[in-house]
């Protein structure tokens, strides 16, 4: 049957994953991926997101990465990994310890919204409370992933993205005074979207933080 197939090819993905031996061939994905995440397993794999062991929440987030990037209609599974990454990422308590996960999971963020474009628009508050947690987050890379995620996000949903830009400046504001020159490069030209495609007010604030620069 399918669903003994499924599991089966299900099985080789995590081996190829966990011994990286292999690469993983196009035919099996394309045997998995929709059935991955239409068929049960996404709900699985997005509950080890939070899973005790690093490398289980690293394989996790791969895998429902991959799978994203080749279905067809990835706005369709939103409404599941939204939330899930909310609860990771969009709390002033740090819930992913791990530097490289966190990293890992705004990279995931960034593609999700080259995806997902104009569709990411009922998901700005969520995405807005992700962002302001990490562009201050204490590892350089995670900050600078998230630079790019708020440009892009400023971009794909120009027409709503007013509604909240105001509350990225300030992070992005606080970021800009990091010892790296490219976080603060990151930053400023997240702030350069943030108002271009929101609210203009924050230029204020700005100016007397590019003024010590």
Not at 1 to 6: G, H
Not at 147 to 175: G, N, R, T
Request: glycine share 2%; net charge neutral; hydrophobic share 40%.
């Amino acid at each position: 049957t399918w669903r003994r197939k499924l599991s089966r090819n299900f099985n080789e993905i995590l081996i190829a994953f966990l011994t990286r031996t292999k690469p993983l061939e196009e035919e099996l994905w394309r045997n998995c991926k929709e059935r991955l995440l239409n068929n049960g397993l996404l709900k699985p794999l997005l509950k080890m997101f939070s899973d005790p062991m690093e490398r289980c929440r690293d394989l996790a987030i791969t895998i429902v990465s991959e799978c994203m990037s080749m279905v067809s209609e990835p706005a369709h599974f939103l409404p599941l990994i939204i939330p899930v990454i909310v609860t990771r990422l969009g709390t002033p308590e740090i819930s992913e310890p791990s530097e490289e996960i966190r990293l890992v999971m705004i990279q995931f963020l960034t593609s999700i919204v080259n995806q997902c474009g104009s569709d990411m628009s009922p998901y700005l508050h969520d995405m807005v409370t992700i962002l302001k947690q990490t562009v201050v987050d204490p590892y350089p890379e995670v900050k600078k992933e998230s630079c790019v995620c708020c440009s892009k996000l400023a971009q794909s949903i120009s027409h709503v993205f007013h509604q909240e830009s105001e509350l990225l400046a300030k992070p992005l504001l606080q970021s800009m005074a990091h010892q790296h020159s490219k976080v603060r490069s990151a930053c400023v030209k997240a702030f350069g979207a943030v108002v271009q495609y929101g609210s203009a007010t924050p230029i204020n604030d700005a100016l007397p933080v590019l003024a010590q620069r």
